[in-house]
């Protein structure tokens, strides 16, 4: 039994079509990047469903969207505040002063950062981390 050539092409174009269009990293390239959080049912469906048509596509698809984190729903906003507006909440000896920094943060995300908070972990950037941001250490 020969099965023609241009038969086999449409079939593999179909199974990689399909594979390509249940990959949740191009459906959402935007959530690439994320290490946990809620399964997006939508991207699993499409993958599960290329798992039960072509096994080792299928598997590929859903290890790419594991990896690149693109099958979690994303998270909540996330807002960024420019370095250089960071450096108004730095006193004479280099110290944060918490108040403007509560401040600035407020401003840029319309909600109040618990900074007094016993559980809250502060951690100091090296002069690498500064220079990279554009800043340069007072002290």
């Known amino acids: 039994m020969h099965t023609p050539p241009r038969l086999l092409c449409v079939a593999l174009g179909g199974a990689l079509l399909t594979q390509l269009a249940a990959c949740g990293t191009l459906f959402y390239p935007e959530r690439r ?10 991207v699993f469906a499409l993958d599960a469903v290329g798992l ?7 598997l590929i698809a859903l290890g790419i969207d594991f990896a690149t984190g693109a099958i979690y729903l994303p998270g909540g906003e996330k807002y960024t505040v420019a370095p250089t507006r960071l450096r108004e909440a730095l006193d004479e000896q280099g110290q944060v002063n918490r108040q ?7 401003e840029a ?6 900074l007094d908070h016993p559980q809250l972990i502060e951690q100091r950037g090296s002069q690498a981390h500064l220079s990279a941001l554009g800043l340069r250490p007072s002290a």
């Open 33 to 42: 990047g994320q290490i946990d959080g809620k399964l997006d049912p939508v």
């Open 52 to 58: 039960l048509l072509y096994i080792v596509p299928g």
């Open 100 to 106: 403007q920094l509560r401040g600035i943060i407020r």
């Open 109 to 114: 995300t319309g909600q109040d950062a618990p």
